[in-house]
């Protein structure tokens, strides 16, 4: 079955402590992306990614990290979470960037 | 930056009712996608429009794309309880890689 996913769902985290988001898309997509969902701002992206090795920023990218090391791999790195982060944050994939977006299932991060 | 705005961000109408979104930019688009949105989870495609002018149907859902791609609609035709979500539209940009979400139209739609 053709999925993306978005590891963990739901997490609480306090201000500076380091963390990572996983994602794994098993499509054989070269474009990944990450995006962010807060009320009345939409979904925003904050990096993507055209294929390994080649990864650039997206509208906000201050304050995060990705790599893309593997086709198959995205995560998100938050190196000294702050409160200001605290959102809903999903991965994509696609084919490339004109083309549909699958969605992994979403993690609701939480920075106190 | 470029941005895809949608208008109304939202609506609440009762059933039967026949409803229009609108996305629109300045930006020229090689395809816009249309999504839909439940709480919490990750938007689903409904539509890929491709060429400018090019109109398309999924049941009561019509979609058009503008001529000039930089635009495009979305037309529910008698609209259902079941149709309540968050409506999207979404495009790469031509001459970036990236792609962006339009502003969201919230739907509501009464028994």
């Known amino acids: 079955e053709a999925q993306v996913t978005q590891n963990p769902r739901y997490l609480i985290t306090v201000t500076g402590k380091k963390l990572t988001v996983t994602c794994s898309q098993n499509?054989?997509?070269?474009?990944m992306s990450w995006y962010r969902q807060d009320p009345g701002l939409g979904l925003r992206q904050i990096y993507y990614s055209m294929n390994v090795e080649v990864t650039d920023k997206g509208d906000v990218p201050e304050g995060y990290k990705v790599s893309r090391k593997e086709k198959r791999n995205f995560p998100l790195i938050l190196e000294s979470p702050s409160p200001n982060q605290t959102s809903l944050y999903f991965c994509?994939?696609?084919?490339?960037?004109?083309?549909?977006?699958?969605f992994g299932q979403g993690t609701r991060l939480t920075v106190v | 930056t470029q941005l895809l705005e949608q208008s109304p961000q939202f609506l609440s109408i009762q059933e039967g009712e026949n409803l229009t979104v609108y996305c629109n930019s300045s930006s020229v688009f090689s395809s816009l996608q249309w999504y839909r949105q439940e709480p919490g989870e990750g938007p689903v495609l409904l539509v890929t429009?491709?060429?400018?002018?090019e109109v398309k149907k999924l049941k009561r859902l019509t979609f058009q794309f503008g001529d000039a791609r930089k635009d495009s609609s979305l037309h529910i035709t008698a609209a259902q309880p079941g149709d309540t979500g968050l409506y999207l539209c979404?495009?790469?940009?031509?001459?970036?890689?990236?792609?962006?979400f339009g502003t969201g139209t919230r739907l509501k739609v009464l028994a």
């Open positions: 979404a495009g790469g940009p031509s001459g970036t890689y990236k792609y962006i």
């Open positions: 994509a994939s696609h084919r490339d960037s004109n083309t549909e977006a699958f």
């Open positions: 499509m054989n997509h070269e474009y």
């Open positions: 429009v491709v060429t400018g002018g």
